[in-house]
């Protein structure tokens, strides 16, 4: 008899130990994956932030409901062009849909202007879009942009000042550090 509760003892003895090395396995597969997962994260980070930055790969798109913006050729089309790149940014758009997108929501004038584009040259690039746009619908084209923002001098209120210095500073490109002085 004293051997019966012995051997039921090392059985369970055997079981549990048994059960113990399969969740050791268990951690150590699990240890694995996860440091594989935290190499290959650190990689997509580094590779999206050397390339273009449009295909944010260290996270999954979040697809909120926003809406495309629409435009009309009524306005200056830098806000349109914006709100195009924000979307398309945090959609993780490629770039061969963004043409057809944006030309998508066209309205009005601009959008037979399109029609007339896509006769004329068949469906441009993103950059090529984006410029014909500013060469239709954009203010007339200054030889320096830089030289008119300097120029820029209040002649009615400060928040009409305010409008039209925010309205040219886009068009002026990236500003040095002299340019602040």
Not at 116 to 122: H, I
Request: charge should be negative; proline fraction near 6%.
């Amino acid at each position: 008899m004293g051997e019966q509760p012995n051997a039921a003892l090392q059985a369970t003895l055997d079981a549990l130990a048994a059960t113990l090395k399969s969740l050791q396995t268990s951690v150590d597969a699990n240890s694995q994956a996860i440091k594989r997962l935290s190499e290959e994260r650190s990689s997509w980070s580094s590779s999206s932030k050397s390339g273009t930055g449009e295909h944010h790969q260290d996270r999954p798109p979040r697809f909120q409901k926003l809406d495309f913006p629409r435009y009309d050729g009524k306005s200056d089309p830098l806000i349109f062009i914006n709100r195009c790149e924000s979307y398309f940014h945090q959609q993780r758009i490629m770039e061969e849909e963004k043409v057809w997108m944006a030309s998508y929501n066209l309205e009005e004038g601009a959008q037979m202007w399109y029609i007339q584009v896509q006769e004329d040259e068949g469906i441009p690039s993103w950059r090529r879009f984006k410029d014909l746009l500013h060469l239709r619908y954009g203010p007339p084209l200054r030889s320096n942009p830089l030289h008119e923002l300097a120029s820029c001098k209040r002649t009615g209120t400060v928040a009409d000042y305010q409008d039209r210095f925010q309205a040219l500073l886009p068009r002026a490109g990236r500003l040095d550090e002299e340019h602040y002085r």
